[in-house]
């Protein structure tokens, strides 16, 4: 009998091209869509039902079957409190990292063993190598599609149950795949953004769940400029929104021409500090520290040199490995780092390897 592989399949053109490329290559497949919030389902910007039915008639034409599953209990309470505590405490979480460490490759994984299959498949842009009795986690090979730095809490145990089919592939010929094999979702667009919030304004959406604690907003020499709206609502080196010098957050009152941005928040005073200029010294970062270290294999050694990325969206940055042990890591950057934000993941590589992260501090 052929290995059953059980492949997630979002209504995306990533995942059905994984899915395909797995049938052709003589698995028994079965496509499993996970609905992982179910708060808005009537709400313009939840697009969980148009997806299962994308993913449904993706399935169709590959002719595998599909399943659907309901993770939003386990996801709320796995990955959405978690987030919610991380914004009250004024920190700036990335749920799409838990998501992947919590729901896609563990309430997944488990279920889809239970549905008699033996690894799982995913449409993200990565690779598994084995390598010296290790499974590691490589980049995908689109640099402008990579996603391991969503993928860096993998364990050895979830690395060795998981395909991605198409980490190999650039995403131009992805969508090639899908279109010679007349998938009806070859040209649907990306999405972007947070799962559980989809297009939805940002703020409107926290709105909703956490309480506003207005509070001074002050530049460095501690001259208050305006009032803020809660410290939960503001991210470091946010530009846009904050209220000074115009609600867009523009030219400032002073006339300087230089932009106000988001650069600290002090939680015991509960005030929001702003400056002036992109380039800002309390905006650039020449260490960090990080906690909550999930390694793919063994942690980096002290004195190691390697490159890492404090965002997804950011070239890699060489750094020394300062402090490594139980209680996470320290980092100091050949080149000042800009915006270092408290709450996101900071990820490490070795070249292509991607070693795991820690969460800024």
């Known amino acids: 009998m052929a290995e059953r592989i059980v492949v997630g ?62 993770f939003s209990a386990e996801y709320k309470e796995r990955v959405f409190a978690e987030f919610l505590r991380e914004y009250q405490a004024g920190r700036t979480p990335n749920p799409d990292v838990l998501c992947n460490a919590e729901i896609k490759f563990k309430a997944f994984l488990d279920h889809a063993i239970a549905l008699g299959a033996t690894r799982i498949a995913t449409g993200h842009y990565a690779r598994v190598v084995q390598k010296n009795g290790l499974y590691e986690l490589h980049r995908g090979s689109d640099p402008s599609k990579d996603q391991s730095y969503f993928l860096h809490r993998l364990t050895q145990a979830q690395l060795a149950k998981v395909i991605f089919p198409i980490g190999n592939q650039i995403k131009s010929e992805v969508r090639r795949i899908a279109q010679a094999a007349t998938l009806p979702n070859h040209a649907k667009k990306d999405s972007t953004g947070i799962c559980f919030i989809g297009e939805r304004p940002f703020r409107e959406f926290l709105n909703r769940y956490l309480v506003r604690e207005p509070g001074p907003i002050k530049d460095p020499a501690g001259k208050t400029l305006g009032q803020h709206i809660g410290l939960a609502f503001y991210t470091i080196g946010q530009r846009k929104g904050i209220g000074v010098g115009g609600i867009a957050g523009g030219v400032a009152a002073s006339g300087t021409g230089n932009a106000w941005y988001v650069a600290g928040k002090d939680m015991a005073s509960n005030t929001l500090v702003v400056v002036q200029g992109h380039d800002h010294p309390l905006l650039l970062k020449r260490s960090l520290k990080a906690q909550d270290a999930s390694w793919t294999a063994a942690a980096p050694r002290e004195g190691a040199t390697h490159t890492a990325k404090t965002r997804y969206r950011q070239t890699d940055a060489t750094c020394l490995v300062m402090r490594s042990d139980d209680e996470g890591i320290g980092l100091e950057f050949a080149q000042l780092q800009w915006a270092v934000t408290p709450g996101q993941s900071v990820v490490l590589y070795d070249g292509a390897v991607c070693l795991g992260g820690a969460v800024i501090q």
């Open 9 to 70: 399949m979002s209504g995306g053109v990533d995942s059905a091209v994984a899915a395909l490329l797995l049938k052709r290559e003589g698995y028994d497949v079965v496509g499993l869509f996970m609905k992982n919030w179910e708060d808005d389902d009537d709400d313009e910007y939840c697009s969980t039902r148009a997806d299962l039915i994308d993913a449904a008639a993706a399935a169709d034409v590959i002719g595998i079957d599909l399943e659907a599953v309901n």
